[in-house]
Nanobody, 115 residues
Framework: QVLLVESGGGLVEAGGSLNLSCTVSGRSLSDFRMGWYRQAPEQGRDWVAGISQDGSSTYYTDSVQGRFTISRDDAKNRVDLRMNNLRPEDTAIYYC????????WGQGTQVTVSS
């Protein structure tokens, strides 16, 4: 059974930083391309960032480009999302996802950015 557990969310002031982590168990992280999504209150789930299976390529939605950095450590079975210069509109539940033959999702971690 593949399990994804996110951590690192919390409350931060605008302009601050947070580092989200997603730890994968049950399979090797190297089996998956990884990504982060977020869901703001009363909105749909939106893709935020992705990293290729070998870690050579990263992708970001326009609104976080230059502020967020996705990285992976296959030895630790972990993927991180470093979020800098946070804005109130970044407030959401952030979900980690592992993509392969099928997709797996974590339970989410809340990020709240106060103005």
């Amino acid at each position: 059974q593949v399990l994804l557990v996110e951590s690192g969310g919390g409350l931060v002031e605008a302009g601050g930083s947070l580092n989200l982590s997603c730890t994968v168990s049950g399979r090797s992280l190297s089996d998956f391309r990884m990504g982060w999504y977020r869901q703001a209150p009363e909105q749909g789930r939106d893709w935020v960032a992705g990293i290729s299976q070998d870690g050579s390529s990263t992708y970001y939605t326009d609104s976080v480009q230059g502020r967020f950095t996705i990285s992976r450590d296959d030895a630790k079975n972990r993927v991180d999302l470093r979020m800098n210069n946070l804005r109130p509109e970044d407030t959401a539940i952030y979900y980690c996802t592992a993509g392969g033959v099928r997709d797996y999702w974590g339970q989410g971690t809340q990020v709240t950015v106060s103005s």
